[in-house]
């Protein structure tokens, strides 16, 4: 008996972490960054606004800049989901990682 209800607890929890892990894999980050974000900015390189790379590694201020906007960074609450929001803002920390010396 209590192994069954344990079984089912388990299978409980592994199906709600699945889930979860299927709603994150639905957001593309890199389909974002070419449709609202590539005409401004570039991974590594300065073009109307900072390169992802060089950006600060803040997440507050990287999630304020997004969600806002900031001067000519035009605000993103209304077409992206904070959950999308969430996404840029490591896909843009990551951009350090993966580019330390690109110029
Ligand atoms: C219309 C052009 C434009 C678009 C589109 C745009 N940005 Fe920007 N962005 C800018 C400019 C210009 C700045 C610099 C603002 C300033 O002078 O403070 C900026 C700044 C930022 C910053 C702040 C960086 C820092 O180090 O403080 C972040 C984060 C950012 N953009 C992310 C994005 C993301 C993510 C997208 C796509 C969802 C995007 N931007 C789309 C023009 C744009």
Sequence with gaps: ?????LASITLAVF????QTAMAN?????EKIFSKKCKMCHSLTKKK???????????S???????TSGR????KFNKKLSSDEIT?????????KVANPCAK
Excluded at 15 to 18: E, I, N
Excluded at 49 to 54: N, T
Aim: hydrophobic share 50%.
């Design 71 to 74: 001067k000519a960074m035009p």
């Design 60 to 66: 507050e201020v990287l999630l304020s800049a997004i």
């Design 48 to 58: 109307m606004g900072p390169a992802f790379k060089d950006m600060t590694n803040d």
């Design 1 to 5: 008996m209590t192994k069954t209800i």
């Design 87 to 95: 996404a840029m803002v490591s896909f843009i920390q990551a951009q």
């Design 15 to 18: 199906s709600m972490t699945s």
């Design 25 to 29: 894999s639905d957001i593309n980050v």
